[in-house]
């Protein structure tokens, strides 16, 4: 029964990235790179509410994570991307993804174990120092091309493998937190002291969130690599994780569905935005403050919250 | 030696505003218990004040000069005072009662507001000004090294100003009823301190603070920009962790520790490059180990 309901997603979603995909080339490009960053934003705002969401673990270094998988990905397949023959290129771009995955989770355990012993405002600081750490040490990789960026990634990602990604995220996700174990996230969220007091080791959960979390950080970044074919350090700084942040907080915390739409609305409104790109900035951090002043809980919670189950 | 010289008196330069800026942090920590963003683009628009009302005050009192220099500074100080009240009525005092997670995001929203309101055209536009002279300055040479009396203004000044803090702080009633606010809200409410007005002066005294340290770093810098308060934002953040955020001596230290570890890092080659990471270092250290800071007392969460 629990898992139904993320399996439903997991169906519809790697179906419709197949039929998609099978129709893409008939599509306009601009589109079909907006409908791609889409993707990659559902990716990124459903694995940040893994942390922030589900876990209450407040973290500002999305962006961080997603760039070493980006780097990481790309690196790959700009090494090896010439001695694969064509027929085995998709299998070098899932190794790229699961390699930038694979990092980013590494970094994540790295910054994960250490701070998710602070709580509140003062982890909100570490992981944003934590990204920001990243993007200088980025800066300063000469075989990542620096501060001029690394350029002429292959272009792999497409419509189907971005919403076949996003579908297996949204999937491992849902039946992660409406698991047996994936209880420990909601009970640490609610109260750390009484879930300590039940049993639960907090920092061993609020760790497996954050790893979880990176992992398809550095997916997405792998997907956004090869997509956009072109990286550099000031694409992840902390306003990308804002960025992924308002989604989280948009869509309701802990809420799966939400936070998609607001991951495919956010991504979308730069683009409907762009005659009036003087005021974006402006208007987005108005709608933060009027966010945080009118719905804290965000934008797309109607009704209760199922009592003792995430929504979603 | 003589670079070892050098680069103290650079870091302690450097780290002298970075000290007058994590005052003002400190205080409104230390009171309300949130990070307000928004303090650096505070400092950001004291320097803007400046940048408009010397040439306005030009006619009256000669630039650069003494008298120019307090006028000015005074100016700018009571306009960001207003600005930083502004701010805690608007955005802030509507939220005390939410999740401190509500606020700090909205403070994240109001800092990205200020910057991106200033950047536009029709206000400061995103180009780098030239800030005019305030003071006559000069170098002084001694056995071989250079100290400029802008050096000396920022020592001396985050010096007056972090004794004028502590007086306020200790000695006036004012002040004993921000450390009571900061100690338990409810409580100095019911013993008839008006919480608002506390919170409000707080913010202003704070924000005249980083007006004074948005000047000081003007005459330093190049140019102003509406993104020019937040690298030392970040950095004097980090100096208030650093010295045990809430605690004014420990803001002075942090700062001044995180000046010249800044300065002697960006001397040496090869660790140049990575000045910007250096802070965060030094933050990401400290949290982990000393969270309360060098000089802040451990506190235990209550059930």
Known sequence: MKLEGAKRWLIAGIALAVLVSLFSAQFN?????????CGISIILAVSLNLINGHTGQFSLGHAGFMAVGGYSAAKLTLVCSPMVPDSLKPLLFLAALVLGGCMAAVIGLGVGIPSLRLKGDYLAIVT???GEIIRVVVQNMESVGAASGLKGIPKYTTLGWTFALAAITIYVVAALV????GRGFIAVNDDEVAASSMGINPVRYKVTAFVIGAFFAGVAGGLYAH????????GFDFLKSIDIVVMVILGGMGRTAGVIIAAILLTLLPEVLRQFADYRMILYSLLIIGLMMARPQGLFTFGKKKKGAAAV | MDWFLQQLINGLALGSIYALIALGYTMVYGVLRFINFAHSDVLMLGAYAAFFIAPAIEP???????????????LSALICAGIGMLIEFLAYRPLRSRPKLTVLITAIGVSLFIEFTCQHKAVFGADTKPFPPLLPATDFHLAGLVVSSNDLVVVFVTALLLAGMWFIVHKTKSGMAMRAVSFNQQAAALMGVNINRIIAFTFGLGSALAAVAGILY???????????????????FIAAVLGGIGN?????????LLGLLETFAGGISGLSSYRDGIAFAILILILLFKPAGLLGKASVEKV
């Open chain 1, 29 to 37: 490009r601009y589109y079909l790179g907006i409908a791609i960053d």
């Open chain 1, 128 to 130: 944003l120092g934590f």
């Open chain 1, 178 to 181: 409406n698991s047996t174990y």
């Open chain 1, 227 to 234: 997509h956009k074919q072109f990286l550099s350090p000031t």
């Open chain 2, 60 to 74: 009256i009192i000669s630039l650069p000069s003494l008298t120019g220099a307090l006028l000015v500074t005074l």
């Open chain 2, 218 to 236: 003007a005459l330093k810098a190049p140019g102003i920009e509406p993104l020019m308060g937040v690298q030392p934002g970040i950095r004097a």
């Open chain 2, 248 to 256: 004014l001596p420990g803001a002075a230290l942090g700062g001044l």
